[in-house]
C-alpha cells in the first residue's frame, strides 16, 4: 500500500465505508510483515478521527447470553441513533487459527442493521495477539464513526483481564441462582466490574434474579471498586424482552460523566496506551529472541536442561541474554 492508496483507505473509513474497513481490518490481522506495516502506518494516519467512544467490555460465563444481551444492546442503541461496533473475541482453532463461534449468527438483528458493525476476531492462540489487534480494530472503528464500541471477552482464562484493560467501562453479565453461583465465580472478574447485570429477569426468574442481584451487591460491599469514585451498580435485566437495558445503558453514561468529570476518563485511556505500548514491545522482543538464529537451536536444549533439573532457571536466563547481548 503506498501513500496515495493509504489516504484512500483513510479517506473511505472516515467516511465510513463498511467494506474498506473490513478491508483494514484484515490487514490488522495478517501475519504479513508487510501487511502489519501498512496497518501500522494507517491507523497512525487515523489517530486524530479516535478517542471519541466509549469502549465497553462486556462478559460472563458460558450460557449467561452475552451475544444475546449485545445483540438487544446494540439494536436498542442504533434505534437511538448510536453506531454501534462489536469486537467478537473468539476462541481459535487451533488447527487452523481461524474465529469458530459464528458471532453474526447469534447476533442476527445487529448482523442485518446498517448502523452496526459485527467482527469476529480469531484469536490465533494467543491473547496478546487479540490484545493488539482488538486494540488496533477499534481505533479504526472509531475514525469510521462508531461512536459505542463493544468487546464481547470468550469468558475463560486471562480474556477478561486483557479486554478490561482496553475498555474504558467493563460489563459482567451474570445469571439468577447467585446463592449457588458466588462460591464458583472469579473474585478477580466481580473485581474487574463496573456493573453487575443479572439476565434471565423475566418470567418466573425475576424473583431468583432480585435475590442473586442483592447477593452480588452484598458481595461487592467488600470489595474494592475497579474504578475510583465509582461504585459498581447491581441490575436485573432481560435480553428476551428487553426490559433493563435502558438502565444498563444509564449506568453506563453516568459513568462517563462521573470519570470525565473527576479527570480519571482520560487518565485511564492514557495509562491504558502506555501499557499496550509496553506489551507489545515485550512481544516484539520476545519475537526476535525465538527467531535468533543463535538461540533457535540453543533454546530447546536449555529448556530440557531447566526442566531435568540441570540448570537453575536464572542461569539459563543469563545465557540466553548473554547469547543476545543483553
Not at 20 to 33: P, Q
Not at 185 to 203: Q, R, S, T, W
Request: aromatic share 4%; glycine share 8%.
Amino acid at each position: 500500500m503506498n501513500a496515495s492508496t493509504n489516504d484512500h483507505y483513510a479517506e473511505a473509513i472516515i467516511s465510513g465505508d463498511r467494506a474498506t474497513l473490513a478491508r483494514a481490518i484484515t490487514l490488522i490481522e495478517s501475519r504479513r510483515a508487510d501487511h502489519r506495516q501498512q496497518a501500522h502506518q494507517l491507523v497512525q494516519h487515523l489517530l486524530p478521527y479516535t478517542g471519541k467512544a466509549i469502549r465497553i467490555g462486556v462478559t460472563g460465563s458460558p450460557g449467561v447470553g452475552k451475544s444475546t444481551t449485545i445483540d438487544a444492546l446494540g439494536s436498542y442503541l442504533t434505534a437511538k441513533g448510536h453506531k454501534v461496533a462489536v469486537l467478537a473475541v473468539d476462541p481459535s482453532s487451533t488447527r487452523t487459527g481461524g474465529s469458530i463461534l459464528g458471532d453474526k449468527t447469534r447476533m442476527a438483528r445487529l448482523a442485518a442493521d446498517d448502523k452496526a458493525f459485527i467482527r469476529p476476531s480469531p484469536s490465533s492462540g494467543t491473547l496478546g495477539g487479540v490484545a493488539a489487534k482488538t486494540r488496533e480494530t477499534m481505533l479504526l472503528c472509531e475514525a469510521a464513526g462508531y461512536d459505542v464500541i463493544l468487546v464481547e471477552t470468550v469468558g475463560i482464562g486471562q480474556s477478561e483481564t486483557t479486554v478490561a484493560g482496553m475498555t474504558d467501562f467493563f460489563l459482567v453479565l451474570m445469571l439468577p441462582g447467585a446463592g449457588d453461583e458466588l462460591q464458583g465465580i472469579k473474585k478477580g472478574v466481580v473485581e474487574l466490574a463496573d456493573m453487575i447485570a443479572v439476565n434471565k429477569a423475566d418470567g418466573d426468574n425475576i424473583k431468583r434474579a432480585q435475590q442473586a442481584a442483592a447477593e452480588y451487591r452484598a458481595a461487592l460491599h467488600i470489595l474494592k471498586p475497579a474504578s475510583d469514585g465509582w461504585s459498581p451498580p447491581v441490575i436485573t435485566y432481560s435480553a428476551l424482552t428487553g426490559d433493563g437495558l435502558a438502565a444498563i445503558w444509564q449506568s453506563i453514561c453516568d459513568y462517563r460523566q462521573s470519570a470525565e468529570s473527576a479527570g480519571a476518563f482520560a487518565e485511564k485511556r492514557r495509562a491504558q496506551q502506555v501499557t499496550w505500548m509496553w506489551s507489545m514491545l515485550e512481544e516484539r522482543l520476545l519475537a526476535k529472541l525465538r527467531a535468533d538464529p543463535a538461540l533457535k537451536t540453543r533454546l530447546p536444549q536449555i529448556e530440557k536442561q531447566v526442566a531435568a533439573g540441570k540448570l537453575s532457571a536464572v542461569l539459563a536466563v543469563e545465557e540466553i541474554a548473554s547469547a543476545m547481548g543483553l
